[in-house]
């Protein structure tokens, strides 16, 4: 089992709703999570992190983090076509060690 | 301003054969990593430098050596090369403490056949 999972879907949702993604992790001594965004071709880039309880929101999207539960998602808000891409979520292990889930692939219909 | 700069973007190898990927950063990081992409399985990291003069072990370090040359490059050697090493390969850097996001290459992708 990996230590950060996600569903790697493909997730299809339609233009203008809430997308909604989400990770769980394992290492219960994890506590700074990241999300990243993967056009098909391009290098991964930081969309936001999170490291206590809660929401925390950017523009359109909102990161939560659960630690009891050991999940992390992430919501975009009045999706766009340009936000269909893979979204990958990582987490810290300590030592500066960063572990990735799988990713998931999200599609946005017009 | 260049950020983390890899090479080289593409190369095809036979079995056996061996080569270096290059990667260099200029913003002054402490942390430095290389990390494999293969389709579904997402990135998983290979091995990661997280000071100057040392290194350790990720998920997947079999078939694979490193060197943290300075503190700007960290090289990823592949001795003896493997199709099961066909993949694409990200290097990425990041300060250190455990909030600092990485920053990634534009990635190598590696064929072996």
């Known amino acids: 089992q990996k230590e950060v999972e996600q569903n790697s879907g493909p997730l299809s949702v339609p233009e203008g709703a809430i997308a909604s993604l989400n990770c769980t992790y394992s290492d219960r001594g994890s506590q700074s999570f990241f999300w990243y965004r993967q056009y098909s071709g391009k290098s991964p880039e930081l969309i936001m992190f999170i490291y206590s309880n809660g929401d925390k929101e950017d523009g359109r999207f909102t990161a939560q983090l659960n630690k009891a539960s050991q999940y992390v998602s992430l919501l975009i808000r009045d999706s766009q076509p340009s936000d269909s891409a893979t979204y990958l979520c990582a987490g810290d292990q300590g030592a500066q060690k960063l572990v990735f889930g799988q990713g998931t692939r999200l599609t946005i219909n017009p | 301003n260049a950020g983390v700069t890899q090479t080289p973007k593409f190369q095809v190898l036979k079995t056996g054969q061996s080569m270096t990927l290059q990667c260099a950063q200029d913003m002054n990081h402490n942390s430095m990593y290389w990390y494999r992409q293969d389709p579904g399985m997402g990135l998983r990291l290979i091995y990661y430098s997280a000071s100057e003069g040392t290194t350790d072990k990720g998920e997947v370090p079999n078939g694979y050596n490193v060197s943290r040359l300075n503190k700007r490059e960290f090289s990823l050697r592949l001795e003896s090369a493997a199709p099961s090493q066909t993949s694409v390969y990200f290097c990425?850097?990041?300060?250190?403490?455990?909030?600092?996001?990485?920053?990634f290459g534009n990635g190598t992708r590696l064929t072996v056949t």
């Open positions: 990425a850097s990041t300060k250190q403490g455990r909030n600092s996001p990485l920053h």
